[in-house]
Each structure stands twice: as structure tokens, then as C-alpha cells.
């Protein structure tokens, strides 16, 4: 099939003279690394295979590449993720200077990013995420936020009221889950100034993305529902969903409307009319009917019927509409979609109408069992990150082959690559790889490829750096098989006796990259990619050892030795916590109050400050009213380690030696209701947290290695007990 061609370039970047001072633009830093500088720069991110011999009007990395274009020449830095003024910065330049694969479109983000990363970002935020993308050569992206000010003028124009429509909107850290129809009313309901600040920043995200020559996915209407509709229209057929990943009917079970219900088309067309004419249009939508939802009926023609009637609608706004959707439900529910569903779902619209995104095609690709998504175009996506958890995580070998088995599938439809994670902001190291094997045609060597990026990320040449890195691309980005990254460390999980403290590499690996990397401090200390990767992996270290000591403590209880129970419980909770409390609290990235203080900063009133602080306190604890998806959204930051996770771990414990102590077995339902009046407690303590890190990162790490690393080291080399 042959696919439209969206996505012309729609503008230029200008370098605008010998600028470059702090906040401003990163387009405008970057331009005065470029090749010529003061010269225009044609950014055309959709790239054109062939003629990329010429720097300039090729896509931005391949200039960064190009000899002359190259950063590291000009004494930059690189950078890590949400660097400096909390954004991105430049990627690093690609390893080589030509390019050997031009794919049609490199697709970026997932619908829940939206809720696990960007909920509370502000202009600057976005502006510096989008000069990434481009940077990155990103030309296919989502571009989301406003709708609900545009749902909420349809609901409103088709006779519901404010209170109906307010019932219905969650709060906007879990905005992602609304959209999807999996909730309704969570945490929200969405104040007006927040609607009114969303549609002024969607204007310019839009039209940053497209002077940058990227194609903005649009959403569409997925068949969803207020319940509302059903009071205004009362002879309409819809019916009633299941719960969602245990969420009751109270905030889930959302209504879906009959494909051939004539209502269908009504608000579909509607919607998509009242947005394209807020925002324009580069006719690609997105739309989800079925995430971790099983539809009404198994049979192919009601599946058909469902998916042609979400595609009429887009088409009844936009003849030329295409629409772009996450193959994410296949591989969820595979036990319902079989073959005969599947082909149903995407036979409903045309082919070549549709593009599929394969989301986790590095562990779970869809597209080999389903004959290449029987003809419509797809994406091979690296999903990666499940809740934005912290973690050393990769699955480097299976993102190294994928892409190019995928090319190679026989009667291929695959158009492209994509990063899909559900968080941002961790494992840099993953995305570059990735998105540098989008220009590729075959396999980088990774052992070599790993060297090179230790030096360009850090600015300099070193030996130990290079050797940390690539101990750690052996082992704990090394996952193999169908690899899940659900941080699931003893860490961050309510407490038990039944925990799993397996690891899927080597544990003395990263403690000896620990290791190397502080013993570069001297050298590289000034680096701030060094500052964050020395916190990064001195935090994996301490996670191992949390399971470490989790296993002493489970093996005391069980064997009744109330003094090694003590010893390592008391180790645990009254210096390991604390001392790692202190690390994180030692980075802004790392910093708990960073992520309350932006939820804050987004509201307009002190009551809309509390609501906005609730969701976010929420969403990386309990994830619920009641812990319905409890620590799934889990991540390790100053503050949270202290007042959360330790908290939680001496309850545990106390109650652990309570039980040896009196001869009275230890129940996990009892515990399980006392630690949740901790978990709900920590999210109404209005307890403000620093904005600001405190103390070294480098001597902080130094003690923690002092302290901790001969032990673990043999216990390591012993193995398990």
C-alpha cells in the first residue's frame, strides 16, 4: 500500500546571529554549531533518502555528524535528559557521519507520557522537548494537549451540563487514562484556567512543531461517552464497558456507542471539525477504543464495524485523513485477539488508511503473527519504560536486531521506527541508541558503539568511563527474552514475605561500574552527565542492596533469629534508606519537590494547587483511590525514599519483630491495612520538599561505596544463599 505523503516541510529554522545566551531557544544555541554559521537552516525532519551529502539541508543529526558540524568541536557539552533548566538539551551526535537508512517517518511518545511525564509542563518545558525531537530527527508526533477544552465546548453545544462534564474529566495527572476510556473522574475534576492554559500552550506546541517541519498527530473520537449523552439523547445505543485494572464502576466502566449508532458520526465529525479548527490539521489521527478493554463481541464483523466507524468519522472531518493507532491491545489481550480479530479491527479501514504502531515490538512485536498487520503500514516501536520507574533497564540486543528483522519480514509494511515510552526521563543511553539505529541498515557492534557514547556524553575521553559503560551494557541493559521493565526491586514495592529479588544480569557488573565511574570523578566531575550518571547507577547499586538485605531480613524471620533480624533491618531502614534519601537529594533531577513544585505551579489558586499536588502525589504512590495500581507509577526521589518507601519498610519490619517477639504469626492483610493508612497518609501531608539539591553528589556516592561495596561485592561472588 502506499501511504499519503504528509508532512512537507512546513518551515525553517533561521539561526538568528551570535546569541546563544542562557534560556535562550535551543534551536537558536544549536544554530551557531551548525556547519555555516548565520545561515539559514532548511530543517526538513521528514527525511528525503538521497542527497544527504549536504549537511545543510539534511536532517539535523546527519548535520551534527557531518565532520564540520560537529559539537564536540566547539568544546559543547552533551547532555542528560532534563538537564540544567529541567529540559532536554542536544542529543548526542551520531557515532558516524553518513547515515545509511532514511526511513519515512520516526515516531515519538505515548498517549500515557502525556500523564506520567508532561502533565505539568509549562512553554519552556515543551519548547525544549520539541528542539530535542527535531534534533533527534523526530517527524511523526502526538500532539494532545487542549483537547479537553475542545471536548468539553462538543459536550457542552450537544445540551450536557457543566456538572456532567466535570463528572466525567479526571484530574490531569491521569488525563492519559480519560482519553483512552479506561477512567472518568478521578482526581478531577478539571478546573477552567487549567483548560484555558492548555489550549494557549497547545497553539504553540503545534506551531513549533511544524516550523520544525513535524507532522502533529491529532486526536480523535475513540467511541466514548459521558454518561451524560445518555440523559441528553436517551434513545441512543450504548453500552456499558468493564472495569479497568481494578478500578470499580465508580471511576471506570465508560460508555461506548454503537458503531452504527448515527450519534457515532455526529461527535466524532464534530469534535474532529471543532479541533482542526482550533489548531489546523496535518491529517493524522489518533484513536483507541480498546486499551486493556475487551470489546462487546468477539466477531470479526462487529470489530470491523467498530474500527471503519472511528475511521467515517475522522473522514467526515478530513477526507484525508489517516489514522495513526497503538497496536498495544494486541499483544495485551492476545487470547482475544486472535488472527480473525485482528485482521477484522484493521481491515475496517482502507489500506494504507492506517498506520499501527507495533508499541513493544523489542519484546512483544505484533507484526510477525499477524502476517506484517495484514497490509496496513506499521511502526516498530521501543516502548521501554513502564510509569516512568527509575532503573537501569535495556533491552540493547533485541533494539539492535528489531528494527532490521522487521525491514526484512517478508511483504514488510513497516514505515518506520518509534520511542513509545510511558515515562520520560531516565536510561538516556537506550534512546540514542535507538534512535541512531533508525539511520541505520544493519546492527551497530554495541561493545564499541557504547565506548564512543561514554566519550561524547561526557565530553572527554576516559578509560574507566568507557569500562563502566560497558559492563552496564552487558548486564542490566542486557535483558533478553520478553523483558517487562516494571521496576519490581524490593525498593519500591509494598512490603512481604513473597517478594522477588531476582535480577536479570549480574549484580557484581554494576557494582563494578559503580566502581569505575566514581574512580573518573576526578577527571570528569565537572560534567554534568557525569554528575547525573554517577547518581544513576550509585542508585541501582543501593537498589541491589535493598534486595540484599530484604532477603536477610525474610531469611531471619523465617528461621526466628531475632538478632539477624534486627541487625539487618536496623541496617536497612536506619542508614541504607537515609543514605540513599541523601544521593537522590543531591541531584535536581532526583528531587521529589521538582515534581510537586511543578504540579503547584501549573494551578492559579491555592485550591487548585491542592488538587494539582494531590494527583501528583497520587500517581507515584497508590495510583488510585484505594492502591488500585499501587506503586506501578514508582520512582526513586529525594523525599519519596525518606517519607514513602521508608516508612513503609520500618512498619515492616517493627511488625516483623513484633511477631518474633510474641510468638504471634505475622499476617499480610493486617499489615496491608496499616501500611495503607501510611501510603494515604503521605499523600495529604502537605509536607513542602526541596526545590534545590543538597550536598555532593561525588562524596555522597564515596561514602555509600566505602560503606557498602566490599560487602556486596562478596556476596555477589557467593551467590545466592
Not at 491529517?283 to 466477531?299: C, G, K, Q, V
Amino acid at each position: 500500500p502506499v501511504l499519503p505523503i504528509h508532512g512537507a516541510p512546513m518551515g525553517s529554522v533561521t539561526a538568528l546571529g551570535a546569541g546563544g545566551a542562557p534560556g535562550a531557544p535551543l534551536m537558536h544555541q544549536v544554530s551557531q554549531m551548525l556547519p555555516v554559521h548565520g545561515a539559514p537552516l532548511t530543517h526538513r525532519v521528514l527525511p528525503v533518502c538521497g542527497g544527504l551529502g549536504d549537511p545543510i539541508n539534511a536532517p539535523v543529526p546527519w548535520a551534527w555528524g557531518h565532520p564540520g558540524g560537529s559539537p564536540g568541536t566547539k568544546g559543547s557539552r552533551p547532555y542528560v535528559t532534563g538537564e540544567a533548566a529541567g529540559g532536554r538539551g542536544p542529543p548526542l551526535r551520531p557515532s558516524v557521519s553518513t547515515p545509511s537508512f532514511c526511513p519515512r517517518y520516526r515516531y515519538y511518545q505515548n498517549v500515557c507520557t502525556h500523564s506520567y511525564s508532561y502533565a505539568w509542563w509549562d512553554w519552556a518545558r515543551w519548547e525544549r522537548e520539541i528542539d530535542w525531537m527535531a534534533l533527534s530527527g523526530i517527524n511523526l508526533a502526538l500532539a494532545f494537549v487542549g483537547q479537553e477544552f475542545v471536548w468539553q465546548r462538543v459536550y457542552l453545544s450537544l445540551g450536557l451540563n457543566q456538572s456532567e462534564i466535570d463528572a466525567y474529566f479526571t484530574g490531569p495527572a491521569f488525563l492519559a487514562w480519560n482519553r483512552l476510556g479506561n477512567l472518568h473522574g478521578w482526581a478531577g475534576p478539571l478546573p477552567r484556567a487549567w483548560h484555558l492554559k492548555q489550549l494557549y500552550l497547545q497553539y504553540r506546541i503545534v506551531e513549533r512543531m511544524r516550523s520544525l517541519g513535524m507532522i502533529t498527530v491529532l486526536p480523535a473520537f475513540a467511541g466514548h461517552v459521558p454518561q451524560g449523552v445518555l440523559r441528553v439523547f436517551p434513545r441512543v445505543n450504548a453500552t456499558r464497558l468493564g472495569g479497568w485494572s481494578h478500578f470499580d464502576c465508580t471511576y471506570s466502566c465508560t460508555y461506548l456507542l454503537d458503531p452504527e449508532d448515527p450519534m457515532f458520526q455526529v461527535i466524532g465529525t464534530l469534535f474532529l471539525k471543532e479541533l482542526i479548527r482550533e489548531f489546523g490539521t496535518d491529517h493524522i489521527y489518533s484513536a483507541d477504543t480498546f486499551n486493556e478493554m475487551s470489546p462487546l463481541s468477539s466477531d470479526p464483523a462487529y470489530l470491523s464495524r467498530v474500527s471503519n466507524a472511528v475511521f467515517r468519522s475522522m473522514t467526515g472531518a478530513d477526507p484525508e485523513a489517516l489514522w495513526l493507532m497503538q497496536g498495544w491491545l494486541f499483544q495485551h489481550q492476545p487470547d482475544f485477539w486472535q488472527p480473525a480479530q485482528v485482521r477484522a479491527l484493521l481491515h475496517g479501514v482502507p489500506l494504507g488508511r492506517m498506520i499501527v504502531l507495533d508499541l513493544f515490538a523489542e519484546s512483544k512485536p505484533v507484526y510477525p503473527w499477524t502476517e506484517s498487520f495484514y497490509g496496513q503500514p506499521f511502526i516498530w516501536c521501543m516502548l521501554h519504560n513502564f510509569g516512568g520507574n527509575h532503573g537501569l533497564f535495556g533491552t540493547v540486543e533485541a533494539i539492535n536486531r528489531g528494527p532490521f528483522e522487521a525491514r526484512r519480514f517478508p511483504n514488510s509494511t513497516m514505515v518506520g521506527t518509534g520511542l513509545a515510552p510511558e515515562g520520560i526521563e531516565q536510561n538516556d543511553v537506550v534512546y540514542e541508541l535507538m534512535n541512531e539505529l533508525g539511520w541505520r541498515h544493519e546492527p551497530l557492534d554495541l561493545p564499541a558503539w557504547v565506548s564512543r557514547y561514554a566519550q561524547r556524553r561526557y565530553g572527554a575521553p576516559n578509560a574507566a568511563a568507557a569500562s563502566a559503560w560497558r559492563l552496564l551494557l552487558r548486564s542490566a541493559y542486557n535483558c533478553t527474552g520478553v523483558c517487562v521493565n516494571h521496576n519490581r526491586s524490593p525498593l519500591v514495592r509494598r512490603p512481604s514475605l513473597h517478594m522477588d529479588a531476582r535480577l536479570w544480569y549480574n549484580a557484581s557488573d554494576v557494582y563494578e561500574a559503580w566502581r569505575l565511574l566514581l574512580s573518573a570523578g576526578a577527571a570528569l566531575g565537572s560534567s554534568l552527565t557525569y554528575r547525573y550518571d554517577l547518581v544513576d547507577v550509585t542508585r541501582q547499586a543501593v537498589q541491589q542492596l535493598v534486595g540484599d538485605y530484604y532477603l536477610s531480613i525474610r531469611g531471619a524471620f523465617q528461621s526466628r533469629a531475632l538478632p539477624e533480624l534486627l541487625t539487618a533491618g536496623g541496617v536497612l531502614v536506619y542508614d541504607l534508606l537515609p543514605e540513599l534519601d541523601s544521593l537522590l537529594s543531591s541531584h535536581g533531577l532526583f528531587l521529589l519537590g521538582r515534581w510537586l513544585e511543578s504540579a503547584r505551579a501549573a494551578a492559579t489558586s491555592d485550591r487548585e494547587a491542592e488538587l494539582y499536588e494531590m494527583n501528583a502525589r497520587n500517581q507515584v504512590t497508590l495510583w488510585g483511590p484505594s492502591g488500585n495500581i499501587l506503586d506501578y507509577a514508582n520512582k526513586q526521589l529525594g523525599g519519596l525514599v525518606l517519607d514513602y518507601y521508608g516508612v513503609r519498610w520500618s512498619l515492616f519490619v517493627s511488625l516483623l519483630v513484633e511477631s518474633l517477639n510474641s510468638g504471634s504469626p505475622f499476617h499480610q492483610d493486617q499489615f496491608n491495612q496499616a501500611v495503607f493508612q501510611v501510603e494515604r497518609g503521605f499523600i495529604y501531608n502537605k509536607k513542602r520538599y526541596p526545590t534545590t539539591p543538597v550536598g555532593d553528589t561525588l562524596e555522597i556516592s564515596r561514602k555509600l561505596f566505602l560503606k557498602y561495596y566490599p560487602g556486596a561485592m562478596k556476596r555477589s561472588r557467593a551467590g545466592p544463599a
